[in-house]
């Protein structure tokens, strides 16, 4: 099984890196931050708290997921792009990702999913800790706070900049305390600050690495 593993803070360039290098090496590409993100949609629809740790645990193991290769995502059948990346999710899904039962539920699909394909190129926060601790190559991305926040404004234009920012320094801060599979480095990975690096310049040093 062929798994890489991209892990990183926000907007330090996971998902473009991501795609770009899967294309490169053909092999299918998992945005396991979806998929937490999809946890809290459909908690936030069925009118649960995102506190609420038995009922979230429960609509992570019921849920029906369905992402696809062009970065839409369907939750039990209702198509969510667009409202996973919104603010309300946005600021439910690091309560959604500190529930340890919901992530032993999306850890056992993340290693299903790959299982079935023979590995494939994924991101998230423990890829390379936590869900394949013997991926074939471990890659954390970061970028300064500054460049992280302005590349998420760009992202979702009708917020400002600042709001951006203090939502962004309040996940990185809630990723990295968190009890379970906190955001950290992995010992192997090769890590990249891509604050002055373009795509190709970042999928350049991963495929060096390749060999
Ligand atoms: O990458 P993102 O911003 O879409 O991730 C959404 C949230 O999910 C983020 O707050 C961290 C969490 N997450 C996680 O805990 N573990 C992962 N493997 C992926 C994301």
């Not at 369905?66 to 939750?75: F, K, M, Q, S, Y």
């Not at 409202?83 to 959604?96: D, K, L, Q, Y």
């Not at 601790?133 to 600042?162: F, G, N, T, W």
């Amino acid at each position: 099984m062929r798994v890489i593993a991209i892990d990183g803070p926000a907007g330090s360039g996971k998902s473009t890196v991501g795609r770009a290098l899967a294309a490169r090496l053909g092999l299918e590409y998992l945005d396991t931050g979806a998929m937490y993100r999809s946890v809290a949609f459909a908690a936030l629809r069925q009118g649960v708290d995102p506190d609420e740790v038995e009922s979230v645990a429960r609509i992570a193991r019921e849920i029906e997921l369905r992402l696809g290769p062009d970065g839409t995502v369907l939750v039990d059948g209702v198509d969510a792009t667009i409202e996973i990346r919104g603010p309300e999710v946005t600021r439910a899904v690091s309560i959604v990702a500190a529930n340890p039962a919901v992530r032993e539920e999306l850890r056992s699909r993340q290693r299903e999913w790959a299982r079935k394909r023979g590995g494939g190129v994924l991101e998230g926060r423990d890829i390379g800790t936590v869900v394949f601790p013997d991926a074939a190559l471990k890659i954390y991305l970061d970028a300064s706070p500054e460049v992280r926040a302005s590349r998420r404004s760009k992202e979702v234009s009708d917020l400002s900049y600042e709001t951006v920012a203090a939502d962004l320094a309040r996940r990185d801060a809630l990723d990295q305390g968190r009890a379970h599979s906190p955001l950290q480095v992995p010992d192997d990975a090769v890590v990249i600050d891509t604050s002055g690096l373009s795509v190709e310049e970042i999928v350049g040093i991963v495929s060096e690495k390749l060999g």
